[in-house]
């Protein structure tokens, strides 16, 4: 018998979020910033995942893959505030139900950057109340889906959304303020504090955990000394100072990881990449080991990880199946070593709505034709699959 390189029941999946896919997505704050210019496509009718997520689960199960991590919509479930629609409710509900009855297992996000318009008017994250309500809809989400979701992730990348829309202003809400990007930092940790106190007055078995986006930093030249305490300043800042707020309320850790940065200086915006690196079509950098380096990192936690996403956008598909190949041997490195990784998640099942970028770059293991909503399964999504199937790698056994 040829041995696995991933043990049974790892989960081999792909993720979505919702305002990326589902399409029509008009009660969030996304949708007023994308008409203001904010980023380079509407979002409009994005993939119909929500007409269409039957035929892209049993696509996404077809394939091979055991699991599908995709988000709910506050703005759908919560489109007035204290109004809560029993109808979409309904529908993610049933999005699970489906996804259990074809045997994939769902992991569900609750916050994937998105806010109802009636909040994000009212201050957003930094409104008064904003950690009370959203444990508030964590609740109904929790009732709707209980006994149905084992894995649930609060909040989607935490850092990313104070980093681009309170520090950068280049996402909702425009913020160009280190101050309210600390408040910002501090109220996303009442957020998971106060939704895990929320959920787990309704569901005892639901397991809990962020979805953290970790950056490899490290020195751009490491001979310079403000460099290196610049790489290990930025780490401990943008890394691990949410996951050591939230460590003692959660059951895993998801680690959204994507690429390599280099440090300059103590604070100062890094370079993606150097002029020698391998990039992806955004620009940013291909560096296998750091996925090593960031499981590694955040086993010291003592918690269960999940790889939420990681991916490529590129042209050629070529270069997604030598990403997904090296980089599920970096995570194979990350439990040889004794990391307690349970999956990996690939960013994404489709082509979407990649925020500020719109529609240009291709992330997906299934291409999406925008004006027939026609999906094209790539090589590279049977070649995952392949590996999801037999839990191998290409060539490590042989």
């Known amino acids: ?6 043990p049974e029941g790892f989960l081999f999946g792909a993720a979505t979020s919702a305002h990326q896919v589902e399409g029509r997505n008009d009660g969030c704050d996304w949708v007023a910033w994308e008409a203001k210019g904010g980023a380079k496509d509407r979002s409009g009718d994005a993939c119909d995942h929500y007409r269409l997520y039957p035929d892209d689960i049993a696509l996404l199960r077809d394939l091979g893959l055991q699991s599908y991590r995709f988000s709910v919509e506050w703005a759908r479930i919560e489109p007035e ?7 979409e409710l309904r529908h ?12 994939v297992e769902p992991i569900v996000t609750l916050h994937h950057f998105t806010l109802p318009t009636w909040l994000s008017a009212s201050g957003g994250v930094l409104a008064p109340r904003s950690a009370e309500l959203f444990a508030r809809y964590c609740r109904q989400v929790a009732e709707a889906l209980q006994g149905r979701v084992r894995w649930v992730v609060t909040i989607n990348e935490p850092m990313i959304l104070v980093l681009m829309g309170y520090l950068q202003g280049v996402w909702p809400p425009g913020q160009k303020s280190p101050g309210d990007a600390v408040r910002a930092a ?9 939704a895990h106190a929320a959920i787990r007055g309704v569901d005892q078995d ?4 962020v979805a953290k986006h970790w950056i490899d930093f490290r020195p751009l030249d490491a001979a310079k000394p403000v460099h290196r305490l610049g790489s290990r300043l930025q780490h401990h800042l943008f890394n691990r100072w949410y996951l050591e707020q939230v460590k003692s309320v959660s059951d895993f850790i998801g680690i959204n990881y994507y690429a390599r940065q280099y440090a300059t200086s103590l604070l100062r915006q890094v370079p993606l990449a150097t002029p020698e690196d391998p990039r992806t ?15 590694a990192g955040a086993a010291a936690y ?45 960013w994404s099942l489709l082509d979407n709505f990649e925020w500020a970028e719109g529609y240009r770059p291709q992330f997906g293991l299934v291409a999406v034709d925008r004006s027939s909503q ?3 399964v790539r090589e590279s999504a049977r070649h995952y699959g392949e590996i999801a199937r037999s839990g191998r790698l290409p060539g490590a056994n042989d």
Not at 306 to 315: L, S
Not at 335 to 344: E, I, K, L, T
């Open 92 to 103: 993610y509900r049933d999005m699970v139900d489906l996804c259990r009855k074809v045997g």
């Open 302 to 346: 003592g918690l269960p990880l999940i790889v939420t996403e990681n991916g490529i956008a590129c042209q050629q598909d070529e270069e997604r199946i030598r990403y997904i190949d090296s980089h599920l041997a970096a995570v194979r490195q990350a439990m040889a070593g004794g990391a307690d990784v349970r999956g990996y998640q690939y």
């Open 186 to 194: 501090r109220r996303l940790v009442s957020w998971h504090k106060l």
């Open 1 to 6: 018998m040829i041995a696995r390189d991933f």
């Open 81 to 87: 505030e204290g109004r809560f629609d029993a109808a």
């Open 206 to 209: 639901m397991l809990l955990g």
């Open 374 to 376: 026609r999906r094209t």
């Open 281 to 295: 079509e955004m620009g940013w950098s291909i560096a296998p080991d750091g996925l090593r380096a960031a499981l």
